[in-house]
């Protein structure tokens, strides 16, 4: 929490997801000083057909789109999760279930990367339910999400 609290970005990104009577969805919240957050969610299905990594990752690319409609974007950026595994699954080389969600994300930042010469983000973790607004934000819209189904 510390480490987000020091952080003085222009723009930070928030993703979560929720599970609610056998529903997942998911959620990304873009915060940008001096503007109204920027909000896009999914609905992913039954909690018996996804998981919440897969919920996690897409969640990293809902970010990824808000990071591409933003005009002018600054950087260096962070996205922050509640998922460490989420997190870590991009770091290695190896097929899992879902790893292509993560690839989707990779793909989506590598654009934005080719569109911006001063391009620099880092996916941060942090605590879930730890009241940090931009988390609870993405948790709330998720949660929203997921029961609206």
């Known amino acids: 929490i510390a480490d987000h609290t020091q952080n003085n970005d222009n723009i930070q990104v928030y993703c979560n997801r929720s599970g609610h009577q056998g529903n997942i969805g998911t959620a990304a919240v873009l915060f940008r000083a001096g503007k109204s957050p920027h909000v896009l969610h999914y609905y992913l ?4 057909e996804h998981t919440i990594f897969e919920a996690e990752a897409v969640g990293l690319s809902l970010a990824a ?10 950087f260096l950026l962070f996205i ?3 998922n460490q595994a ?4 991009g770091e290695g080389f190896y097929s899992h279930s879902g790893a292509y969600l993560i690839d989707c994300f990779c793909s989506r930042m590598k654009k934005i990367a080719k569109e911006h010469n001063d391009f620099d983000s880092m996916v941060h973790w ?5 009241e940090v607004h931009g ?3 993405a948790d709330r819209h998720a949660k929203k999400d997921a029961e609206g189904h």
């Open 135 to 137: 988390n609870e934000e």
């Open 65 to 74: 789109q808000l990071i591409t409609m933003e005009e002018d974007p600054t």
């Open 126 to 130: 942090i605590p879930g339910h730890s």
């Open 86 to 89: 989420t997190i870590q699954s």
């Open 45 to 48: 299905g039954k909690d018996d």
């Open 80 to 82: 922050f999760i509640d």
